[in-house]
T-cell receptor
Framework: AQTVTQSQPEMSVQEAETVTLSCTYDTSESDYYLFWYKQPPSRQMILVIRQEAYKQQNATENRFSVNFQKAAKSFSLKISDSQLGDAAMYFCAYKGSSGGSNYKLTFGKGTLLTVNP | KAGVTQTPRYLIKTRGQQVTLSCSPISGHRSVSWYQQTPGQGLQFLFEYFSETQRNKGNFPGRFSGRQFSNSRSEMNVSTLELGDSALYLC?????????????FGEGSRLTVL
């Protein structure tokens, strides 16, 4: 079974600074997808960024970028120029490409990010 | 375009009762999945439906069940509620059967079991 581990329960960053959230995963599949989702307080979860395992190039979405290390099974999220609105719980998630893992996301426990003004 | 709608948003039940939660996906989305979110266990997959068929089920007891209707709306039911069932239940929808893109989540139904 696949597992996703986020080793940082909480992180804080100063506004305008850069922060990196860590995520590692375990899988025996060679083809899969990785995601970072953001859940603001009392609001719905939204997708921040996604990465296909077959792509070597790291995904980037404006101020958000990932460092995908397939061999190390590591998938970290970098937030540049942090803004107050970035404060949220961030979840790393895995989706397989075959069998039962194809139809669900496996989430890490989350990292609560605080942005200080 | 309306987002994923979950009802009710909040509810309180007592042990032994049952509860039904509803989810209306984004128009045109045919896949609906359910997740349970608790502080201790985090987000755990409950089940996923596509075209009224359950394609995958998480590791939950048989007290947890669900279904999907022909209009893609979905319901989940929890019978014989236990204190540990207190959680935020999230519904998510997606466009394609083997989606590789974004899951769209609702705001959740927060269930408290007393």
């Amino acid at each position: 079974a696949q597992t996703v581990t986020q080793s940082q329960p909480e992180m804080s960053v100063q506004e305008a600074e850069t922060v990196t959230l860590s995520c590692t995963y375990d899988t025996s599949e060679s083809d899969y997808y990785l995601f970072w989702y953001k859940q603001p307080p009392s609001r719905q979860m939204i997708l921040v960024i996604r990465q296909e395992a077959y792509k070597q190039q790291n995904a980037t979405e404006n101020r958000f970028s990932v460092n995908f290390q397939k061999a190390a099974k590591s998938f970290s999220l970098k937030i540049s120029d942090s803004q107050l609105g970035d404060a949220a719980m961030y979840f790393c998630a895995y989706k397989g490409s075959s069998g039962g893992s194809n139809y669900k996301l496996t989430f890490g426990k989350g990292t609560l990010l605080t942005v200080n003004p | 375009k309306a987002g994923v709608t979950q009802t009710p948003r909040y509810l309180i039940k007592t042990r032994g009762q049952q509860v039904t939660l509803s989810c209306s996906p984004i128009s045109g989305h045919r896949s609906v999945s359910w997740y349970q979110q608790t502080p201790g266990q985090g987000l755990q997959f409950l089940f996923e439906y596509f075209s009224e068929t359950q394609r995958n089920k998480g590791n939950f007891p048989g007290r947890f069940s669900g279904r999907q209707f022909s209009n893609s709306r979905s319901e989940m039911n929890v019978s014989t509620l236990e204190l540990g069932d207190s959680a935020l239940y999230l519904c998510a929808s997606s466009l394609e059967p083997s989606w590789t893109g974004e899951l769209f989540f609702g705001e959740g139904s927060r269930l408290t079991v007393l």
